[in-house]
């Protein structure tokens, strides 16, 4: 990556003009491929980046923009911005930022392409997600703005828009948070709201230009949440100066009573989000992604899948000891390649000298280890088993039986999978796999004592 600030540069001789095909033409080292889409202040650009071997999205200012006298150091100011948060907010759901150039007559923002759309094609009446994904999607929101929080760095422009789809065909819930450019981070203070973010999602705080914390981000994702729930927003007005009016002053409809098939518990939460007094909100997004994780763990949520949703996994995850050193980063990786799966009582996981290179978590109810028919520990939420055949790759057999007693979730994980995660998250299994061992030998010579 690479940040590149130019005090003078010539417009790009190859991008092309306004409203034509850019297919062939080059911006830097970069082959642009199409345009992607226009705002009133910056076209953004598939393109092909031949040096890295992929593909990424450029977003380049419009020279009309900045030319213009009065916004045009805004806009320069607003892409500097982005720029610099360049190799900071790598989260696998925060689209990330590769290069940059920001100068007098050209900025432009080199990032990771997103191929699936943005949330605004499911924000409408008639198009919007079913509820267990809508759920999902605000869930990793919360805890993509609260990794960016914990680095000081306030969003500030949270809205559909700015929330893009990895999926294929824009239906999954996998998504990732884009356009930083109005962020507050702890070295920027640049606070000319009138010129910055979308009155519609604003806090009655921004509004107002009062001093702001991660909370206006925590109202702004609540009336996404409205939206996608209802296909509305929660204020609307033909007159901005009326709709600001009705930010700051009035109260915010349930969502339930535009689409009262809706749980009243979402009405809680959107209601929580998006209190006009920061005091009565959310104070942590870790406890707005608890209230999400308990709507789906509780069967609130019309679903037509038996699967574990990723919010539920995440959250299973965080609880477990093994994972108390993982970061929010590793713990999304390790949901990467982590399969799950309920069994039936009587199916066998493990056979005692038997080949295998997985192991295991006990996610819920119980499992019988036994040796030779003796039965040696039953093992419950939390436990792992398995990892002797990973630990020692040598010898990878199975010393055990390992049998469900009762029906139980378990989470497995593939040797092969563990060698090919980062080296940051690989490590942390190995530290968690040591702490098992010295608790299993502190329990064999307690029990030796205790015999003799």
């Known amino acids: 990556m690479s940040h590149r600030q130019a005090k003078q540069a010539a417009a790009p001789t190859g991008l092309p003009p306004a409203g034509s095909e850019p297919l062939g033409h080059k911006l830097g080292k970069y082959e642009l491929i199409k345009k992607l889409g226009a705002g009133a202040s910056s076209s953004v650009y598939l393109a092909r980046d031949p040096f890295a071997g992929r593909n990424v999205a450029i977003k380049v200012a419009s020279p009309e923009a900045l030319g213009d006298p009065d916004k045009g150091r805004i806009y320069s100011r607003l892409f500097l911005n982005e720029a610099s948060l360049a190799g900071k907010l790598n989260h696998p759901h925060i689209v990330q930022i590769y290069d940059a150039v920001v100068a007098d007559t050209i900025c432009y923002i080199v990032m990771e392409y997103v191929a699936g759309g943005t949330l605004e094609q499911h924000a409408s009446p008639g198009r919007l997600l079913p509820l267990d994904q809508i759920i999902e999607v605000i869930f990793k ?62 806090s009655p705080e921004q509004i107002l230009e009062h001093p702001l914390d991660h909370r206006t981000d925590i109202y702004s994702l609540g009336v996404v949440l409205f939206q996608l729930l209802t296909g509305h927003l929660p204020f609307e007005s033909e007159s901005q100066a009326n709709l600001v009016y009705r930010i700051v002053h009035d109260e915010a409809p349930r969502p339930s009573s535009l689409r009262p098939d809706l749980p009243p518990a979402l009405d809680r939460i959107v209601a929580r989000a998006t209190a006009k007094e920061r005091e009565q909100r959310y104070q942590s997004w870790p406890d707005m992604a608890r209230d999400l994780t308990d709507l789906v763990r509780q069967g609130r949520l019309p679903s037509d899948s038996s699967d574990f949703p990723e919010s539920e996994r995440f959250d299973t995850l965080r609880a477990l000891p093994f994972f108390a050193d993982f970061s929010d980063v590793e713990l999304w ?9 309920r069994i039936t009582p009587g199916t066998v996981m493990l056979r005692s000298g038997h080949r295998g290179k997985t192991f295991a978590f006990v996610i819920s109810g119980q499992l019988a280890v036994s040796r030779g028919g003796t039965p040696l520990d039953v093992l419950c ?38 060698e090919q995660a ?19 030998l502190n329990t064999a010579n307690q029990r030796l004592a205790d015999i003799s």
């Open 333 to 341: 990786e390790v949901l990467r390649f982590a399969q799950w799966r």
């Open 381 to 418: 939420r939390g436990d792992c088993f398995g990892e002797m055949a990973i630990l020692n790759r040598h010898v990878p057999t199975r010393g055990a039986d390992v049998v469900a007693l009762t029906e139980a979730d378990i989470v497995t994980i593939h040797g092969r999978a563990l």
């Open 141 to 202: 929101c919360t805890r993509a703005l609260d990794f960016a929080h914990r680095l000081g760095i306030i969003h500030r422009d949270i809205k559909p828009a700015n929330i893009l789809l990895a999926g294929d065909h824009g239906n999954s819930s996998d998504i990732k948070i884009g356009d930083f450019g109005a962020a507050l981070t702890g070295k920027n203070q640049f606070s000319q709201i009138g010129a910055i973010g979308s009155p519609a999602y604003m």
């Open 422 to 440: 980062s080296d940051a998250c690989r490590l942390h299994f190995y530290q968690s796999f040591v702490g098992i061992l010295v608790n299993r």
